[in-house]
């Protein structure tokens, strides 16, 4: 089945900084790409998601990039707020059928004022 | 609120016990999923319907897990002789269409469930 490797586990940016997220895949079948936010106590929202016809997707400071040759996928988030301070995740489907996600382990981004 | 429900909230029950979630999903999705996280990791697949029908399980949906969605609507997850392993949040998701285009999927609040 597919596995999905997600880097770092913990992250602590300057507010104003970027930040980059980065994750793997196993399964090169894997054709859609979304990224969850998930703040304390909260259900998990999607922020961006991409699929494997496009190599890179934007919507206003947040982007996701893909390399399908390499079978990895990366969140880049420019001019932080503390607001975005939350955990991150990345997850892969499938699709073709099977459209369950399967998720990394998640990122905590930390943004200091 | 239109988007994904879920019910209790909360669950604390005794290891042994039966346990029924119930999720409602965005009223025009007829896809429909049910995902378990524990703390410090990200959710797990469990079961996927699309509208009544159950169209995959995953390993970790051990016999005493059952999940329905009789008329393609809400959807009820038991569990059955509860162990305190199963003490997670159970996360509910729904998504529209019937091609790989609606592929988005909108997550409920979770019931967090403690096994004593």
């Known amino acids: 089945g597919e596995n999905v490797e997600q880097h770092p586990s913990t992250l602590s940016v300057q507010e104003g900084d970027s930040a980059v997220i980065k994750c793997t895949y196993s399964?090169?079948?894997?054709?859609?790409f979304p990224w969850y936010k998930q703040e304390l106590g909260k259900r998990p929202q999607l922020i961006i998601d991409?699929?494997?016809?496009?190599g890179e997707k934007k919507d206003q400071r947040i982007a996701v990039t893909l390399n399908k040759t390499a079978k990895h996928f990366s969140l880049h988030i420019t001019e932080t707020q503390p607001e975005d301070s939350a955990v991150y995740f990345c997850?892969?489907?499938?699709?073709?059928?099977?459209?369950?996600?399967?998720f990394g382990k998640g990122t905590k981004l930390s943004v200091i004022p | 609120d239109t988007g994904v429900s879920q019910d209790p909230r909360h669950k604390i029950t005794k290891r042994g016990q039966n346990v029924t979630f119930r999720c409602d999903p965005i009223?025009?999705?007829?896809?429909l999923y049910w995902y378990r996280q524990t703390l410090g990791q990200g959710p797990e697949f469990l079961t996927y319907f699309q509208n009544e029908a159950q169209l995959e399980k995953s390993r970790l949906l051990s016999d005493r897990f059952s999940a329905e969605r009789p008329k393609g609507s809400f959807s009820t997850l038991e569990i059955q002789r509860t162990e305190q392993g199963d003490s997670a949040m159970y996360l509910c998701a729904s998504s529209r269409g019937t091609d790989e285009s609606y592929n988005e999927q909108f997550f409920g609040p979770g019931t967090r469930l403690t096994v004593l």
């Open positions: 997850a892969a489907s499938s699709g073709a059928g099977s459209y369950q996600l399967t």
């Open positions: 009223s025009e999705h007829n896809r």
């Open positions: 399964d090169s079948a894997s054709n859609y």
């Open positions: 991409i699929r494997s016809n496009v």
